[in-house]
C-alpha cells in the first residue's frame, strides 16, 4: 500500500500500476453524467418513497445506521470512500470475511434490497464524484482486493479502467466466485469496452433488477469471446 498524492494506493508499486491505465474513452463521463440526471429527473417520485421506506427498514430491522461506507479500491489503485444501504449486521466487516452465499450476517431488509439491488442507489454519489461509473468492475473493499492479489497475483489488471455499479463480471457472475474468474470477465470488458457494450450491460443490469434477480449471476462460458454475445445467449 503506497501514498500518492495525499491519496492512498494498493495494487503495486505506483509507477508501474500508473503505467498500466487505460486512457479514459471520451464517451464515459460524458455517458455517466446524462444517465445520472436522466435517472434523478425522472425518478423523483419513487426517490421520495425510497428516501422514506428504505432508512425506516433498516432502522427498525435492528436499530442501527441507514448507510455504509468503507474504503474500496478504484481506478490505477486509489482507494475512495464507497456508499450503500446498510444490507448487513453493524461490525459484519470487520470479521474480514467473504460475503457468501446464505450469509448469516445479511439482515431481513438487507436480503430484499440486495435482490432488487436498492441497496446499491448511494453509489449515485461515488457516480457523480467520478470514482466510479454506471459500467465496469466491481470495487472491492481494500483488504479484499490484497487478498484477491494474493490467490491471483494479475489481479490489479482490472484496476486499469473506473470500477462500475454493473459490469460482465456482475452479470454473469454469481456474488460469491473466485478471484481468477472474476479478473476473466473483467478483463474482457476492459479489452472490449465501448458505448454499445455499456447499454447492453446498463439494460441487462436494469432487467434483473425488475425480476428481483441481481447478484445472482447467470450460466455462461467459463471464459465467453464476447460478453455481449454471452447475454444474448444466457436470456434464451
Do not use: C
Given at each position: 500500500?503506497?501514498?500518492?498524492?495525499?491519496?492512498?494506493?494498493?495494487?503495486?508499486?505506483?509507477?508501474?500500476?500508473?503505467?498500466?491505465?487505460?486512457?479514459?474513452?471520451?464517451?464515459?463521463?460524458?455517458?455517466d453524467?446524462?444517465?445520472?440526471?436522466?435517472?434523478?429527473?425522472?425518478?423523483?417520485?419513487?426517490?421520495?418513497?425510497?428516501?422514506?421506506?428504505?432508512?425506516?427498514?433498516?432502522?427498525?430491522?435492528?436499530?442501527?445506521?441507514?448507510?455504509?461506507?468503507?474504503?474500496?479500491?478504484?481506478?490505477?489503485?486509489?482507494?475512495?470512500?464507497?456508499?450503500?444501504?446498510?444490507?448487513?449486521?453493524?461490525?459484519?466487516?470487520?470479521?474480514?470475511q467473504?460475503?457468501?452465499?446464505?450469509?448469516?450476517?445479511?439482515?431481513?431488509?438487507?436480503?430484499?434490497?440486495?435482490?432488487?439491488?436498492?441497496?446499491?442507489?448511494?453509489?449515485?454519489?461515488?457516480?457523480?464524484?467520478?470514482?466510479?461509473?454506471?459500467?465496469?468492475?466491481?470495487?472491492?473493499p481494500?483488504?479484499?482486493?490484497?487478498?484477491?492479489?494474493?490467490?491471483?497475483?494479475?489481479?490489479?489488471?482490472?484496476?486499469?479502467?473506473?470500477?462500475?455499479a454493473?459490469?460482465?463480471?456482475?452479470?454473469?457472475?454469481?456474488?460469491?466466485?473466485?478471484?481468477?474468474?472474476?479478473?476473466?470477465?473483467?478483463?474482457?470488458?476492459?479489452?472490449?469496452?465501448g458505448?454499445?457494450?455499456?447499454?447492453?450491460?446498463?439494460?441487462?443490469?436494469?432487467?434483473?433488477?425488475?425480476?428481483?434477480?441481481?447478484?445472482?449471476?447467470?450460466?455462461?462460458?467459463?471464459?465467453?469471446?464476447?460478453?455481449?454475445?454471452?447475454?444474448?445467449?444466457?436470456?434464451?
Amino acid at each position: 500500500m503506497n501514498r500518492v498524492d495525499g491519496k492512498t494506493r494498493v495494487g503495486g508499486p505506483p509507477g508501474r500500476l500508473a503505467t498500466s491505465v487505460v486512457k479514459p474513452r471520451r464517451y464515459k463521463r460524458v455517458m455517466d453524467l446524462t444517465l445520472l440526471a436522466v435517472v434523478v429527473v425522472l425518478g423523483i417520485p419513487m426517490w421520495v418513497i425510497l428516501a422514506l421506506l428504505v432508512p425506516l427498514a433498516i432502522w427498525i430491522d435492528d436499530r442501527g445506521p441507514v448507510f455504509f461506507r468503507q474504503e474500496r479500491v478504484g481506478k490505477g489503485g486509489r482507494t475512495f470512500t464507497f456508499w450503500k444501504f446498510r444490507t448487513m449486521v453493524v461490525g459484519a466487516e470487520s470479521e474480514g470475511q467473504w460475503t457468501r452465499e446464505h450469509d448469516p450476517r445479511v439482515t431481513r431488509t438487507g436480503k430484499i434490497l440486495r435482490r432488487i439491488a436498492v441497496d446499491e442507489l448511494p453509489q449515485l454519489v461515488n457516480i457523480l464524484n467520478g470514482e466510479m461509473s454506471w459500467v465496469g468492475p466491481r470495487p472491492l473493499p481494500t483488504r479484499m482486493h490484497e487478498e484477491a492479489v494474493k490467490i491471483e497475483p494479475r489481479f490489479s489488471q482490472r484496476l486499469q479502467v473506473t470500477p462500475g455499479a454493473t459490469g460482465v463480471a456482475q452479470l454473469h457472475l454469481p456474488r460469491h466466485t473466485s478471484p481468477g474468474r472474476r479478473l476473466r470477465y473483467d478483463l474482457l470488458y476492459v479489452k472490449k469496452m465501448g458505448f454499445r457494450l455499456d447499454v447492453r450491460l446498463i439494460l441487462g443490469a436494469a432487467r434483473f433488477v425488475l425480476t428481483g434477480t441481481w447478484g445472482e449471476g447467470r450460466l455462461a462460458p467459463d471464459q465467453p469471446s464476447d460478453p455481449g454475445q454471452s447475454m444474448k445467449a444466457g436470456s434464451k
